[in-house]
């Protein structure tokens, strides 16, 4: 089966630097994704990687090791708009080609 | 804005009734992804269609149902409505490096 695991729930402080973790076993392993979403609202993308190692945007980072089935998202300089759920997502690709989510981390930024 | 659009933002309705939920993705966009989320859960993948034919189907239940027109927009319907049916509903479309690029998603109250 295909399966993402990342914390459900997080909290940091404004300005500070939070990683959030995630897992994943799947077959046809084709990519990964972090997104955004802020609370009734639509995911946002932020991040691709499918090659092993990091990734830096601006104040956000992620990182891959296929071979750990394994990811993390970087977050710098935290500020109070960061507080948001971010979703772990694999592309797979068997007979089909989709993209799968995990159930989001929501992360709470304190003052 | 992403450029994908859905209609209406936000719908309120009665149990058992029906209501048709739509969206237009991107000029040059073939794929339409559809997918619920209800309150605190992850995004669960309803259907894709591509060019017009149904490509794959998730949890989909069969009161609902979807299609995609020449013009690629597509529509889900969703028929004898129950309340567990309220939820966030989002399409998508496929962005290479990107993955997926949601609408701002209709937001369903069944009352």
């Known amino acids: 089966g295909q399966n993402i695991d990342q914390p459900t729930e997080m909290t940091a402080t404004e300005g500070a630097i939070v990683q959030i973790n995630c897992t994943y076993q799947?077959?046809?392993?084709?990519?990964l994704f972090w997104y955004q979403q802020h609370a009734g609202e639509a995911p946002t993308f932020l991040s691709y990687?499918?090659?092993?190692g990091l990734e830096e945007k601006g104040r956000f980072s992620s990182f891959l090791s296929r071979s750990k089935g394994y990811s993390y998202l970087l977050l710098k300089e935290l500020q109070m708009k960061d507080s948001a759920s971010y979703l772990c997502?694999?592309?797979?690709?068997?007979?089909?080609?989709?993209?799968?989510f995990g159930k989001g981390t929501r992360l709470h930024i304190l003052p | 804005d992403s450029g994908v659009t859905q209609t209406p933002k936000h719908l309120i309705t009665a149990t058992g009734q029906r209501v048709t939920l739509r969206c237009s993705p991107r000029?040059?966009?073939?794929?339409v992804y559809w997918y619920q989320q209800s309150l605190d859960q992850g995004l669960q993948f309803l259907i894709q269609?591509?060019?017009?034919?149904?490509?794959a189907k998730g949890n989909i239940l069969e009161r609902f149902s979807a299609q995609q027109f020449p013009d690629l927009h597509s529509e889900l319907n969703l028929s004898s409505l129950e309340l567990g049916d309220s939820a966030l509903y989002f399409c998508?479309?496929?962005?290479?490096?990107?993955?997926?690029?949601f609408g701002s998603g209709t937001r369903l109250t069944v009352v």
């Open positions: 269609y591509y060019n017009g034919e149904e490509r």
């Open positions: 799947t077959s046809g392993f084709n990519g």
């Open positions: 997502a694999v592309r797979v690709t068997l007979r089909d080609d989709k993209i799968i």
């Open positions: 000029s040059g966009d073939l794929s």
């Open positions: 998508a479309t496929d962005s290479p490096g990107y993955g997926y690029t």
């Open positions: 990687n499918v090659l092993d």
